[in-house]
Structure formats: C-alpha cells, structure tokens
C-alpha cells in the first residue's frame, strides 16, 4: 500500500529539498519562470511577509510547497483596483504552490492548496493569486476548483514577450466555470 501524503509547516531544515525540487520541476512548468532566479532560490520559496507556509511529505521525503501571505507591491495595488477595495486586509494571497516531478498528477497538489484555502478561510480571508497566463493547465485547475478572473497585472519583471499575469479569486461561492 501507498503512504499517504502527510502536509504539514515548513521548517528551516526542508529547504534543501524544496530547493531542488523546484530547479528539478522549472524546465516542464516554467515556474518560476525566471531560471536561473537573479537571487538564492530560498528567497524566492520565503518570502518577506510570508505568513505561513506548508509542506507534503510522502514516505518521509517532501515532495511540495505552498505559502500564504498578504498581496505586496504591485499585486497588491492590481487587486485592489480590480476587486474595488480599500484594501488588502481581508485578502490571503496562495504562493509558491509547486511539487516535485514524481508526484504530479497525484492530487498532492491539489491537497496543498486545499491546506492554504483552508487556513485563509479560517482568517476570516478571501483567497487570490496570480498566475502566468502561459501556464494553462495551472489556470485549468485554479478554474476546475472555483477561482475565478479578475483582472490582470504587467509586473517589470516579466518579459515582453509574455502575456500579463491574470489576478484570480477564489470567491465564497464559486459561480458557473
């Protein structure tokens, strides 16, 4: 029998593993889509103003990422506008959601963000992200489970030749796909 996927908070000592699964999964996902990153990959996995962060561990080994935290920066003003709201106090952000190669398609995924979802609703928070347009089966899936578009973002970092980023909710009840 399969172990079963345990999530729980990432820890200092996880990092090494979550630092070559995600240079081991960039080349299938693009994500992230700068590879080499300009800075250590670890920056990229904490992030300043993270708030809480989680991981999956399959038959002792971590084998996925996800954190939340509030929308900074430019995404924060890019979900403002197209939310109407004063501010961002009642949003979580869902960030750095990815699993290693050898579980994807296996739900755990799937699992991780279900982890952050939960945890925001539990705040009191509406959950958003955003996401690469290129990267159509993530937006696929965000869609499959509720989220939905609402706007878009063109962050300096992008290249030009990609399409903007699309901002995405995930409302307290979902509507048709």
């Known amino acids: 029998m399969l172990p079963s996927p345990v999530v729980r908070p990432r ?3 996880d990092l090494p593993a979550l630092v070559r699964s995600l240079g081991e999964q960039q080349p299938t996902s693009s ?3 700068r590879w080499p990153l ?7 996995i904490v992030r300043e103003g993270q708030e809480r962060s989680w991981v999956a561990v399959l ?28 501010d961002t106090a009642g949003l979580g952000i869902v960030e750095v959601l990815f699993t290693d190669l050898s579980v994807r398609g296996s739900g755990i995924g799937g699992l991780l963000l279900d982890t952050a ?3 925001l609703r539990g705040q009191g928070r509406t959950p958003v992200l955003d ?8 937006i696929d899936v965000y869609r499959h489970r ?8 063109r ?12 901002l995405m909710v995930l409302p307290a009840t979902p509507g048709p796909p």
Do not use: C, K, N
């Not at 690469?132 to 089966?137: E, K």
């Not at 509720?146 to 973002?153: A, D, F």
């Not at 962050?155 to 699309?166: G, Q």
């Open 11 to 13: 820890t200092p000592g």
């Open 38 to 44: 300009p800075f250590p990959v670890e920056q990229f």
């Open 59 to 86: 038959g002792g080994r971590v084998v996925g990422h996800v954190g939340v935290g509030r929308p900074r920066g430019d995404v924060e003003r890019a979900f403002l506008d197209a939310l109407g709201v004063d």
């Open 155 to 166: 962050p300096p970092w992008l290249p030009e030749s990609e399409a903007d980023l699309l």
């Open 117 to 119: 979802v939960s945890w």
């Open 31 to 33: 994500y992230p889509m």
């Open 131 to 138: 996401v690469v347009t290129d990267h159509g089966t993530a």
């Open 146 to 153: 509720g989220w939905r578009q609402v706007g878009s973002i």
